[in-house]
């Protein structure tokens, strides 16, 4: 079983900072791309921020300069440090991992809400 757990999701000021992590399962595979994806309210899921094993990084252009991800290969872990978060950054984060051999694995989802 490969289901990646997520955590650090909750209610934060705007301005505020929030880090995600998302721990994927010990597996047989080989973990290639990571990466963040939300879906708020009314609307469709889109690309937050991904990762490959080498270390490159893409954005989406409306988290440029404010969102970070990383991962750690050796904890299997992806994190997302978001830092002057908006309202309009409140959403239901995902946490997709792309296993080599398997395909894709989604985390439960954790939500993020940003109000005063």
């Known amino acids: 079983q490969v289901q990646p757990v997520e955590s650090g999701g909750g209610l934060v000021q705007p301005g505020g900072s929030l880090r995600l992590s998302c721990a994927a399962s010990?597996?047989?595979?080989?973990?290639?791309?990571m990466g963040w994806y939300r879906r708020a309210p009314g609307k469709q899921r889109e690309l937050v921020a991904s990762?490959?094993?080498?270390?490159?990084?893409n954005y989406a252009d409306s988290v440029k300069g404010r969102f970070t991800i990383s991962r750690d290969n050796a904890r299997n872990t992806v994190y997302l440090q978001m830092n002057s978060l908006k309202p309009e950054d409140t959403a239901v984060y995902y946490c997709?991992?792309?296993?080599?051999?398997?395909?894709?694995?989604w985390g439960q989802g954790s939500q993020v809400t940003v109000s005063s």
């Open positions: 997709n991992v792309h296993y080599i051999g398997y395909g894709e694995a």
């Open positions: 010990r597996s047989i595979f080989v973990i290639n791309d």
């Open positions: 990762i490959t094993r080498s270390d490159s990084t």
